[in-house]
């Protein structure tokens, strides 16, 4: 069964409302989650670490300020897309490793939003 | 740079019909290959994962299997339910727990 959840599974919203996707794992504490974003036909691109306690890690070229990461307990990271906009509109998807230092990662079945 | 790349990028197969697709990587020391499964829609699915050349896994109509510098997915007999965009994944060089993930190959199964 799944073991990492994400909510809600599709959003569609005004442009610059802020939105919040959460990503759960469900049977394990993750110290590290990550959050992917892919466009259609196009693979997974990482867009930051997510650590519990701490500040994220981001990758380069993607606006800390713009998504907002609060990995605020053990089993819980949220992504806020902050004052979204039409180019932000994409799937969004979130990962775990069920152990530190483990693989694979594990991967929620991510959100679909839509800016309008 | 690490990169991962896949071909083809789109498969049409009839039922029954074996093939076999590609994943070749140049990550420095690699660590691991992994390769998943994704619906529309879905995130990956988790298939498989192969740590050194030379290892080979099975899982029902699937076998993936790992050289120096490449690995290949072969589907066996498919079935249409089968039919999903198959990715392939490796750790980068700087950090064992980011993926850098291939584009894809789009496997299409018809009746």
């Known amino acids: 069964g799944a073991v990492v959840s994400q909510h809600p599974s599709w959003v569609i919203c005004k442009s610059g409302t802020s939105v919040k996707i959460e990503c759960r794992s469900l049977?394990?504490?993750?110290?590290?989650m990550f959050w992917y974003r892919q466009f259609p036909k196009q693979s997974l691109m990482l867009m930051a670490t997510?650590?519990?306690?701490?500040?994220?890690?981001?990758e380069q070229g993607v606006e800390k300020d713009k998504f907002l990461i609060n990995h605020a307990s053990l089993t819980l990271s949220t992504l806020t897309v902050t004052s979204a906009h039409p180019e932000d509109s994409s799937f969004y998807i979130c990962?775990?490793?069920?152990?530190?230092?483990?693989?694979?990662?594990?991967f929620g079945d991510g959100t679909r939003l839509s800016i309008l | 740079e690490d990169q991962v790349t896949q071909s083809p990028e789109a498969l049409r197969l009839q039922e029954g019909e074996s093939s076999s697709l590609n994943c070749s990587y140049t990550?420095?020391?690699?660590?691991?290959l992994f390769w998943y499964r994704q619906d529309p829609g879905k995130g990956p699915e988790f298939l498989f994962t192969?740590?050194?050349a030379g290892e080979e896994k099975e899982k029902e109509r699937l076998k993936a299997t790992l050289t120096k510098k490449e690995s290949f997915l072969h589907i066996t007999a498919p079935k249409p339910e089968d039919s999903a965009t198959y990715l392939c994944?490796?750790?980068?060089?700087?950090?064992?727990?980011?993926?850098?993930f291939g584009a894809g190959t789009q496997v299409v199964v018809t009746p």
């Open positions: 990962s775990a490793n069920r152990a530190v230092g483990s693989q694979p990662q594990h």
């Open positions: 049977d394990f504490q993750a110290t590290t």
């Open positions: 997510s650590n519990e306690g701490s500040k994220a890690t981001y």
């Open positions: 990550v420095s020391g690699l660590r691991g």
């Open positions: 192969l740590y050194s």
């Open positions: 994944a490796a750790p980068t060089t700087d950090s064992w727990g980011k993926l850098q």
